[in-house]
T-cell receptor, first 112, second 114 residues
Framework: NAGVTQTPKFRVLKTGQSMTLLCAQDMNHEYMYWYRQDPGMGLRLIHYSVGEGTTAKGEVPDGYNVSRLKKQNFLLGLESAAPSQTSVYFC???????????FGPGTRLTVT | DQQVKQNSPSLSVQEGRISILNCDYTNSMFDYFLWYKKYPAEGPTFLISISSIKDKNEDGRFTVFLNKSAKHLSLHIVPSQPGDSAVYFCAASVGQTGANNLFFGTGTRLTVIP
């Protein structure tokens, strides 16, 4: 039981490049979330999903897209990376009762 | 605007003593509160939660207190251990069930000195 996993762990992009971050969970959770964490700030919600095939915007969705084609996977895409997207990205999941969220180890992204 | 605030960026405590971490919130609609612990290069891990129908919740060495009128909660760790050294995040949401969007504070770095 791996819980929530994220790939890659680190990535450096040039401005304008695109990439996809993958999150996978093996707990059969309905809900999945993407957060970003910046220095001096708490985690902020980017997008979330309440089930396979559904997505919704969070607090800071601009510049990101997401997809939930399979229940266990939640993808975060950056179509044209900007230096302001340099951050640590965390994926999380929770079951249908909500409550606590389980987090992955994070992806550190640097955009130069 | 930050809806959940942790005004102390750091706290140092001697091993065996009590650690008290504080959190304030501004949104009166929040009714579910959580504390997460984070070690470097790892994701946050859930520690303890409290619903607004309670004013205290205990789990072993960890106790969370909620003061709704003051919009304030605190986490007490007794006794503190060196392994408790980590960053602690307070989080809040409207509702506990369903996909609850969590709003996080900026974190407090706790150092427990042996």
């Amino acid at each position: 039981n791996a819980g929530v996993t994220q790939t890659p762990k680190f990535r450096v992009l040039k401005t304008g490049q695109s990439m996809t971050l993958l999150c996978a969970q093996d707990m059969n959770h309905e809900y999945m979330y993407w957060y970003r964490q910046d220095p001096g700030m708490g985690l902020r919600l980017i997008h979330y999903s309440v089930g396979e095939g559904t997505t919704a915007k969070g607090e800071v969705p601009d510049g990101y897209n997401v997809s939930r084609l399979k229940k266990q996977n939640f993808l975060l895409g950056l179509e044209s990376a900007a230096p302001s997207q340099t951050s640590v990205y965390f994926c999380a999941s929770s079951d249908i009762t909500g409550g606590e969220q389980y987090f992955g180890p994070g992806t550190r992204l640097t955009v130069t | 605007d930050q809806q959940v605030k942790q005004n102390s960026p750091s706290l140092s405590v001697q091993e065996g003593r009590i650690s008290i971490l504080n959190c304030d919130y501004t949104n009166s609609m929040f009714d579910y509160f959580l504390w997460y612990k984070k070690y470097p290069a790892e994701g946050p891990t859930f520690l303890i939660s409290i619903s607004s129908i309670k004013d205290k919740n205990e789990d072993g060495r960890f106790t969370v207190f909620l003061n709704k009128s003051a919009k304030h909660l605190s986490l007490h760790i007794v006794p503190s251990q060196p392994g408790d050294s980590a960053v602690y995040f307070c989080a809040a949401s409207v509702g506990q069930t369903g996909a609850n969007n969590l709003f996080f504070g900026t974190g407090t770095r706790l150092t427990v000195i042996p």
